[in-house]
């Protein structure tokens, strides 16, 4: 009974643990892209969720999601190829009160070469399409080889943009750098577009599998010592 007992109890603290695991981070968003975005969660190989889409790079929009914290955040970009192109971005974790920039060294990008079929919307065909990038990103055949670094160029208020209100001058504009430019946002150029942002916030939030395990044994070690003592 006692043995039967315990081990009820320790697969509480997993149950328990797994949802934490489960738990959703609220996310304040100011993002613009030059020239258009769309913005997307889900898990690492499917795009479940559309947040939303802009195709005017000198006004940000302001969003508000809860993203499962074992998900990954993707925005979709595409340029005009011409003058000048870019990521720009603040996502605020209102758990935390902290705030990351679109040049956050978290972030990865990948080039699908499909310029022209960027999914702008919540439609399935749109979250197939991202999703079939997804999956040929992860398994790196497509024109970047998978995802990679971003390449960060200057900070919000520099020119040609000037600074785009609601977002902080400690953001700067990113891209993807195909062809080793010093800057890939100056200068039109098809970085073989479009692009695929992502950044995975909630994993680093919440404690590994192992490490629950191990504390769940602690505790189950503490109950055994505490019924030794009574
Ligand atoms: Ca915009
Ligand atoms: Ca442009």
Redesign the pocket.
């Known amino acids: 009974m006692k043995i039967a007992k315990l081990v009820s109890a320790f697969a509480g603290l997993v149950l328990g643990a797994s949802a934490l695991q489960a738990n959703a981070i609220p996310f304040e968003v100011d993002?613009?892209?030059d020239n258009?975005?769309a913005l997307y969660y889900g898990t690492e190989t499917t795009a479940t969720n559309f947040v939303g889409s802009?195709?005017?790079?000198?006004?940000?929009?302001h969003y508000s999601f809860d993203l499962p914290s074992s998900n990954f955040i993707y925005v979709v970009t595409e340029s005009d190829v011409a003058t000048a192109q870019g990521f720009l971005a603040q996502f605020t974790n209102l758990l935390t009160n902290q705030r990351f920039y679109s040049n956050d060294s978290q972030w990865q990008v990948t080039a699908t070469g499909r310029r022209g079929s960027a999914p702008y919307s919540g439609s399935a065909a749109d979250l197939s399409e991202l999703s079939s990038q997804l999956v040929a990103a992860n398994n790196g055949s497509n024109p970047s080889g998978g995802w990679v670094a971003t390449t960060a160029g200057a900070a919000n208020g520099a020119s040609p943009w000037g600074t785009?209100a609601t977002i902080d001058a400690n953001a700067r504009w990113s891209w993807y750098n195909s062809n080793g430019s010093v800057d890939p946002t100056i200068g039109g150029f098809d970085h073989n577009e479009y692009l695929v942002f992502r950044i995975s916030v909630g994993a680093a939030k919440v404690p590994e599998p192992s490490t629950i395990m191990l504390l769940s044994l602690g505790l189950l070690g503490l109950v055994v010592a505490r019924k030794r003592n009574a």
């Not at 802009?54 to 929009?61: D, L, M, P, Q, R």
């Open positions: 993002i613009t892209v258009s975005y802009n195709g005017s790079w000198y006004e940000a929009e785009i």
